[in-house]
């Protein structure tokens, strides 16, 4: 992309006025695609370093969100406004981002690897991969990872940011196009609720121990590791910096497990330093250690164990794979977008289980059949030399 195109503007704001004047342009418009370059590696909380914004014309422009005092409140209503549709590609993190800096979600958006997903690119198919498949276009990657807090940035930097944007109109348009020609877009709109829901980003320290491996959890244990998993996030969130800086999942665990009482027990512990145990940090995590220990036996977390698949559902999963595999052709949707492993076991055992695969879209592409299959209303078998499903009165 030359920078002839924008004449003399340039195409990266630096300036408050041109940033309210650039969001008054793009207001007009049906949808403006968006896309953010952010560090993560050093912080808890990512670090915004660019905002790329593009009507359907492409003139995309950037704001530099790291001047000093530069004003963001035009992006950020934007960004509320519901009667401008707002287009990302792999969304996630962009929206976490503008849910920390304004406290609400984005209104009004559209997620094209979500669109993908479900008009048969695969799963979470990547923009480089899309944009080829769209356009025909081969992305230059190789400014993804660089340092997007360093100032100036380079003309290469600029051409690869704004040609995210530019780029990404064209996806939108085409499986805009292909979702409706489908009759699949509903099932995005299901998809995206997640993404729309605040408790998405919310990030609870007394959900975090939920995400830590412990080895043969009991209750006791897991009400320990519940108050030193939201310990560590409370303050990696305090310092804004990576929570494994605060202390590592594997300590948390044989903490939790070991529940020691005193500073020489806590030294034992793998990846705490004598130093560590006999400091300050030692008497912050005895104390965490004791309150869980304290916390009533009827709030303890339950252990979760797998419960054993007897021959006869044994049998169903093989079945329902097979007809996961026939489904998936049928409506060229990726398998494990459709029902994941677990999917597949808990339906084998409970025809009200609560996943995704006997919910939305994915019920009717493969839950029902599903059910259908395990009280013998359909069969699979091969017809022609294709495998298919036929329904009992059929055979």
Known sequence: MAFSRFKDIMPIITKSDDVAAFCKELSVHEFVTIDTEFLREKTYYPKLCLVQLSGPDKKARAIDPLVEGIDLSPLFELLANKNILKVFHSGRQDLEIFYNLTGAVVQSFFDTQIAAMVCGYGDSVGYENIVRQVSGYQVDKSSQFTNWSIRPLSDKQITYALGDVTHLCDVYLHLKAELEKRGRTEWVAQEERILNNPDTYANDPYKA????????????????????????????QKRD?????????????DMANQAPQNKNQLAKIRNVSKEMAEGKTGVQLLKVIAKGLETPRDTWPVPKRKASLSQGAMAMVDILKMLLKVQSAVHDVAPKVIASA???????????????????????VFGEGALAVKHGKLAIGLKDGKITVFKIADL
């Open 342 to 364: 677990a999917d597949i076991e808990a339906i084998a055992q409970d025809d009200n289980a609560d996943v995704p695969a006997l919910e939305g879209w994915r019920k009717d």
């Open 241 to 253: 910096i990576p929570k494994t800086w605060v202390m590592r999942d594997d300590a948390l665990s």
């Open 209 to 236: 121990w939920e995400r830590i491996k412990i080895k043969s959890p009991k209750a006791k244990s897991l009400a320990v590791l519940r108050e030193l998993a939201a310990w560590r996030e409370m303050q990696a």
